[in-house]
């Protein structure tokens, strides 16, 4: 994961980035032919858009961090589930006795 003071130059050039972009667009809309200017305006907005995209492409937590996460959760669920599966067990374990027991039990 990034920090803060990582994170802060890429605001700046995302904004910085934009701010060049709007000045080319009204540069190419002041200067050039209306269908030019709006091609330009699509290839700038379109390079805006994936810089945006990009920014926080890094960002995210690891595969060994939300594998860890889902662990921890299972763990957390099969100790709230202990009681119920000792139950469980001994139904089991009461019925494989009453099976056992049976004189037609095929064993």
Request: hydrophobic share 50%.
């Given at each position: 994961?990034?920090?803060?003071?990582?994170?802060?130059?890429?605001?700046?050039?995302?904004?910085?980035?934009?701010?060049?972009?709007?000045?080319?667009?009204?540069?190419?809309?002041?200067?050039?032919?209306?269908v030019?200017?709006?091609?330009?305006?699509?290839?700038?907005?379109t390079?805006v858009?994936?810089?945006?995209?990009a920014?926080?492409?890094?960002?995210?937590?690891?595969?060994?961090?939300?594998?860890?996460a889902?662990a921890?959760?299972?763990?957390?669920?099969?100790?709230?589930?202990?009681d119920?599966?000792?139950?469980d067990?001994?139904?089991?374990?009461a019925?494989?006795?009453?099976?056992?027991?049976?004189?037609?039990?095929g064993?």
């Amino acid at each position: 994961m990034t920090t803060k003071a990582k994170r802060a130059p890429r605001v700046v050039g995302t904004v910085l980035a934009a701010i060049v972009a709007v000045a080319l667009i009204a540069w190419a809309f002041a200067e050039l032919d209306v269908v030019v200017a709006a091609a330009v305006a699509t290839v700038l907005v379109t390079a805006v858009g994936i810089t945006v995209a990009a920014s926080g492409w890094d960002q995210h937590s690891t595969y060994e961090e939300r594998e860890l996460a889902r662990a921890r959760r299972r763990q957390e669920k099969w100790d709230r589930n202990k009681d119920a599966r000792e139950r469980d067990r001994l139904k089991w374990e009461a019925h494989r006795a009453r099976q056992a027991g049976r004189p037609d039990s095929g064993a």
